[in-house]
């Protein structure tokens, strides 16, 4: 039985770890999901939650794995597990069906399929508490590594870019496609492939160029999500931008709650920059 309950420690600190890692790898797809799901009022505020919540998986993690404090452990992991399922089941009340980000967006798991994980895991948890834990070790700095961690967190992955960070993280096109973001105006468009939303908009775009309206150079940066494919795109959207392919976690940093953005860009330098619909703010812009 010894060996049993060994087997399941090391369980239950591999599934937290490894939780937390896969926030970690795109941690802008968990702090929009925290935000869509009505967790957190704001991006901002899903970006610190997000590294709460990292730092505080890779600690139940580490904790469980090097026996420190293993039954106090047990309890904070119980509860907030149970916490997590209660949320679960309300996504489930209310018909959500796509990925909860348990898991980040490394493995996809519908609310309905993590509350089955959470499940199995308080009854881990739950059989695990039974047991006493003389032998755990209990030094001091186990409770300073929590807030440690958050540091940690917050230093390797800062919260949300800002807009005059923007410049920066947008890829650098072939010299003969005569692109230079540093000199000129241009609008960038951050799309994802399979968004309606983002279709819509490149729609509209293309819609006013045929309409004689004077737009800066459009330039699509595509994050590819789906089976949706730039010729798809394309031909939906009866447009053809010159365009890149981004990451999850630059199309993340690039964009605000929800996809499109659609940045104006001058000289290097972020003028304004628009979410999700292009109203009549965007065409006064431009067309006064």
Not at 202 to 227: C, H, M, S, Y
Not at 264 to 281: A, N, R, S
């Amino acid at each position: 039985m010894a060996y049993l309950r060994i087997i399941l420690q090391i369980f239950l600190a591999v599934t937290f770890l490894f939780s937390a890692y896969t926030k970690a790898i795109a941690p802008g797809f968990f702090e929009v999901l925290l935000e869509q799901q009505g967790l957190v009022p704001s991006r901002i505020y899903g970006g610190w939650a997000t590294r709460f919540i990292i730092a505080l998986e890779i600690w139940l993690g580490l904790c469980l794995l090097l026996s420190l404090y293993i039954r106090a452990i047990l309890r904070l992991s119980f509860f907030l597990l149970l916490i997590f399922s209660v949320h679960l089941v309300y996504l489930i009340a209310i018909g959500e069906t796509g990925n909860c980000g348990c898991f980040g967006e490394m493995i996809s798991m519908s609310p309905l399929a993590s509350l089955g994980k959470n499940l199995v895991l308080l009854t881990v948890n739950g059989f695990m508490l039974r047991y006493k834990y003389r032998g755990s070790k209990k030094p001091i700095i186990t409770w300073l590594l929590f807030p440690l961690l958050f540091l940690a967190a917050t230093l390797v992955w800062p919260v949300q870019t800002q807009t005059d960070e923007v410049v920066e993280k947008l890829p650098t096109f072939e010299a003969d496609a005569g692109i230079d973001f540093a000199n000129g105006s241009y609008l960038v468009a951050i799309l994802n492939l399979g968004c309606e939303h983002c279709q819509e908009a490149a729609q509209q775009i293309v819609t006013w160029q045929k309409n004689g309206i004077d737009l800066p150079q459009v330039v699509a940066l595509f994050f590819a999500e789906g089976d949706t494919t730039v010729a798809d795109f394309n031909n939906i959207t009866d447009s053809n931008f010159p365009y890149q392919m981004i990451d999850v976690n630059t199309f993340f940093d690039l964009i605000g709650s929800a996809p499109p953005r659609i940045y104006w860009i001058v000289d290097g330098q972020v003028k304004h920059y628009w979410d999700e619909t292009l109203g009549e703010d965007f065409l006064t812009t431009f067309a006064p």
